[in-house]
């Protein structure tokens, strides 16, 4: 992932408020939006941004770009991204969520073909600190320091941040991978992109427990000598492990018959102690944690 604060930055859908009130946030806070993309619209401006009907219109027209934010409804994701791919974008951005999980898989399949990340579905996307903003965030909510997160789990990240800065532990950069079922970009690979950011100290990953790469996350840490890692699990007490990234569904397992799965739980944790990771019981633990893990 390449995180310059000049990066050129192309939108790819306005049809819906969170695309609109995105692109205001991130043009006050600095992030180089070039253009839009719009089906239809071509020809006209959104505020100071000219719109395009294809993004090999905005690639000929603007040079070359960096990332894309795709806010297009879910069923024409799959189309926006594999026509970014097509104009040689390398880094896509998926707002969206409720992407069908065919299109994510023949998505994927084609980003790897192409040696292009993905980040999302159902991304907030990445935010430094009074550095750069790309997605959906509030940046109020984050300020700068040291400690990076990565996280499954919009709402859970904010508050995590609220902690944290409370505690005089800013953050280094906050990654949302994604709320969908399938997604682009991995933990194990944004773990591995903060071994060498000179900016980040210690790395928070807040996940369900449903979060099937946490095992395998931890298994590689266990493996690594490298920075310091706290975790949070929400939902590690439910009768029923599910996402907990939409209402519905949360909902829908409380009602209905309790199936338990301690034994599943209980062993993701005894990966996370034999890799030396300490698992915060609750989002109030998660800043003693870090000091501990860093010595302060």
């Not at 719109?51 to 990332?67: K, M, Y």
């Not at 069908?100 to 980040?119: E, F, K, M, V």
């Not at 633990?285 to 000091?291: A, D, E, G, N, S």
Request: charged content about 15%.
């Amino acid at each position: 992932m390449d995180l310059q604060l000049d990066s050129r930055v192309l939108i790819q859908g306005v049809d819906n408020p969170l695309a609109l009130a995105a692109i205001g946030r991130m043009q006050t806070y600095g992030t180089k939006i070039v253009g839009v993309v719009s089906a239809g619209q071509g020809e006209q401006k959104l505020g100071d941004l000219p719109v395009f009907d294809l993004v090999s219109e905005a690639q000929a027209s603007l040079g070359p770009i960096e990332t894309s934010l795709i806010f297009v409804p879910a069923y024409r994701v799959l189309d926006a991204a594999l026509e970014a791919i097509a104009a040689g974008i390398p880094q896509l951005i998926v707002i969206t969520r409720g992407v069908p999980p065919l299109d994510t898989i023949r998505l994927l399949r084609q980003a790897r073909i192409t040696n292009t990340l993905i980040l999302g579905s159902g991304s907030a996307g990445i935010i430094i600190p009074d550095r750069l903003l790309l997605g959906i965030y509030q940046p109020q909510l984050f300020s700068p320091g040291k400690v990076a997160i990565i996280s499954r789990n919009q709402s859970l990240t904010a508050e995590i941040a609220s902690e944290l800065n409370q505690a005089n532990l800013g953050q280094s950069i906050v990654i949302h991978i994604g709320s969908d079922p399938l997604v682009g970009s991995s933990c194990r690979l944004w773990l591995e992109w903060l071994q060498s950011d000179p900016l980040t100290e210690a790395i928070v990953l807040v996940g369900d427990i449903c979060w099937d790469s946490e095992a395998a996350t931890a298994a590689y840490l266990l493996a690594q000598q490298g920075k310091p890692v706290v975790a949070y699990l929400a939902g590690i007490h439910a009768s029923t492990p599910h996402p907990l990234t939409d209402a519905a569904i949360v909902l829908s397992h409380t009602l209905s018959k309790p199936i338990y799965h301690s034994d599943t739980i209980q062993q993701r944790l005894e990966t996370y102690k034999r890799a030396k990771i300490p698992v915060a019981k609750k989002i109030g633990q998660i800043p003693q944690l870090v000091k501990k893990s860093v010595g302060r």
